[in-house]
């Protein structure tokens, strides 16, 4: 891209940067934000040595940032364009008010006539803001080819009091003569703008690490669907949008092209009592794992939560999230359970509309071990877990599910597979006082039926790996699970699916429905996406699958589901259906469990990931785990 700008008659050539055109934000989206502060100004010149006052320079070389990231497709917001006072909260309230992805402070320098260099700021512990600060840093000094200072912490005012990612560039020292008289030049202005642009540029587009996606669905065939989407960070700090879905549609939000490199919980919630379905997708690349999670949205937050799967052995990390979408302060109390029965209790306080992340290794005694967890909160909470491993040899990966609110004695998992480079587990959680006795029967595509029992120790987390069962060897298979005591059930499966290498993740169902919606599909390059169908019934089914298009058309097949059986529809291979986004609604005249298996080949990120359908729509829907980063 060939872009050309004149500014204070100085012909500017963009093509010094590595402009890559930015992703606009479909279906309604939000051009990210950039502020810029030039800093000082009005009755406030800051250093002035060398004929030179730092209030003017400031102000010219942001000047300059400005049209070099518009080019790039952002929206720049300036604190001011001319001398004027302003104070350090004014600043920050326009950085606030805009709702900007980052803020950047323009600054130069003042100490000694011999201190030289380029230093630049980010706040005390903030994560995010020390990549910004470094990565502007970095194409700063690699233009100016001044003294590198590094990349510091520090306390300033509006690093301190923005809401998003902040940096403050000091860019030469006025005190020192020779940096000075560049200071008033021109071309060097210029390569500290081309410096910072490019930075900004580089931490926005982020395209190794996390993108998580909100997928909606309106299966009402009349009413289009209003919907209010609210993030809420680890800060306390939440934003609100607004969405519409029209209907008989799928919508796709990406997430990060409205909240950057965060953390984030999401409530969806329709506001004009027009139903809906909603998953989320999350797909990363950083130093733990590569590959892609899914899930459903929970219905509502409740003071108890089940998690069957866990594990900090083997090569996996497990965190717990839970999101506090209340006003008040929530107490929760989390138990540990291992499969030896040992157990460990810890507590902690979760502030109001935030996000909180437990790393389970740091708890004592779990360091490494299989486990499940129960948590108890004084307030409503909603509870997640995703688990990364890598395992040392090239294949690493990620699941998730959402928690359990209530335990049962009946459960249903329509997918599963032993076949070559699949491994399927069944993860049960008896948070009960006494032993737990398990029925498990596996049913096989042509009706066969294999039945094994097991039993759990009191306050324990037991692992069934199906590849290891008599009669399910190399077979496609859904499992029943009747207990004679409440209990949590997971199923996690680890593949080799034609060279994808990583893992799925799903809880089970507690109940059959006839009617079943499915948020998330995709068909498009890189993408296979899978219904699975199961039959426990004595009674063969027969279903429609309607498959609802991101333009309001739809496509319609019908399938057989014998009795006591499982049935796959690779959406792929279904004519018209290629290359497409789309929901699906399955109705059955017999009562069936519904899951979406989806395997991805994108950019660097190869993986799979699975999520049980729901058998209703709903006004609300609540996700503890999101990240942006």
């Known amino acids: 891209m060939r872009v050309m700008k004149v500014i204070a008659g100085v012909v500017v050539v963009l093509l010094a940067l590595s402009v890559t055109p930015v992703c606009r934000a479909g279906n309604g989206g939000r051009t990210r934000v950039v502020c810029i502060d030039p800093g000082h100004g009005g009755e406030d010149p800051g250093a002035v040595c060398n004929d030179v006052e730092e209030k003017e ?217 027009v139903p809906i379905v909603a998953e989320r997708a999350v797909y990363f690349n950083f130093d733990r794992a590569s590959g892609g999670h899914g899930a459903p949205g929970v219905l509502a937050a409740s003071r108890e939560w089940h998690l069957a799967e866990g594990s900090t052995d083997w090569g996996y990390s497990t965190f717990v999230l839970i999101q506090n979408p209340a006003d008040d302060e929530s107490p929760v109390a989390l138990r540990f359970m291992r499969s030896d029965g040992h157990n460990y209790t810890c507590d902690y306080t979760l502030e109001p509309r935030s996000r909180f992340t437990l790393d389970v290794s740091k708890v004592p005694g779990f360091e490494e071990a299989d486990f499940s967890v129960k948590l108890e909160a004084e307030e409503p909470v909603v509870v997640e877990r995703a688990m990364y491993w890598d395992d040392g040899n090239g294949c690493s990966g990620g699941h998730d599910s959402p928690g359990v609110a209530e335990p049962s004695r009946c459960w249903y998992l329509a997918e599963g597979y032993t076949g070559s480079g699949f491994d399927t587990f069944v993860l049960v959680e008896n948070p009960n006082p006494q032993n737990a006795r398990l029925t498990m029967d596996y049913m096989l595509p042509d009706g066969g039926l294999v039945t094994e029992y097991y039993d759990l120790l009191p306050y324990s987390r037991r692992t069934i790996q199906l590849n290891e069962v008599a009669g399910l060897e190399d077979t496609d298979v859904s499992v029943r699970v009747n207990a004679d005591r409440p209990v949590v059930v997971e199923r996690s499966m680890y593949f080799d699916y034609f060279g994808i290498e990583e893992g799925s993740n799903s809880t089970a169902a507690g109940s059959l429905s006839r009617t079943w919606y499915v948020a998330e599909g995709y068909t498009g390059e890189g993408f296979d996406t899978y219904i699975l169908l199961m039959n426990p019934g004595e009674v063969d089914a027969g279903a429609t699958l309607r498959f609802l298009l991101p333009g309001g058309g739809e496509k319609k097949v019908s399938v057989a589901v014998p009795a006591q059986s499982r049935r796959t529809v690779k959406v792929d291979d279904l004519k018209g259906m290629e290359g497409r986004e789309f929901s699906t609604l399955v109705s059955s005249g017999q009562p069936i469990v519904v899951e979406r298996a989806l395997y991805f080949s994108i950019r660097s990120r190869d993986g799979g990931h699975s999520a049980m359908a729901v058998t209703a729509p709903a006004m609300e829907w609540y996700f503890a785990e999101g990240c942006t980063r």
């Open 57 to 273: 320079v400031n102000l010219e070389i942001s000047m300059r940032i400005g049209p070099l990231i518009e080019a790039m497709g952002y929206q720049v917001v300036m604190t001011r364009t001319t001398d004027v006072t302003l104070s350090l909260q004014e600043r920050c309230d326009i950085a606030n008010n805009a709702r900007a992805d980052i803020f950047v402070s323009v600054h130069n320098n003042a100490y000694l006539t011999t201190s030289e260099g380029t230093e630049t700021f980010c706040y005390y512990d903030s994560e995010e803001g020390r990549r910004l600060a470094t990565l502007i840093h970095n194409q700063v000094v690699k233009r100016t080819e001044l003294t590198n200072r590094g990349v510091k912490e520090a306390g300033f005012y509006v690093l301190k009091n923005t809401d998003m990612p902040a940096a403050l560039l000091e860019g030469a020292f006025i005190t020192n003569p020779e940096e000075a008289e560049l200071l008033q030049d021109p071309e060097f202005q210029q390569e500290i703008a081309e410096g910072v642009a490019e930075g900004v540029h580089n931490y926005l587009i982020d395209p190794g690490r996390f993108d998580t996606y909100i997928l909606l669905m309106n299966p009402d065939e009349k009413e289009t669907a209003e919907v209010e989407l609210i993030y809420m960070s680890g800060d306390g700090k939440e934003r609100c949008y607004e969405e519409e879905v029209p209907p008989g549609c799928r919508v796709t939000i990406h997430v990060d092209e409205y909240i950057s490199n965060s953390d984030v919980s999401t409530l969806v919630r329709s506001t004009n009592e």
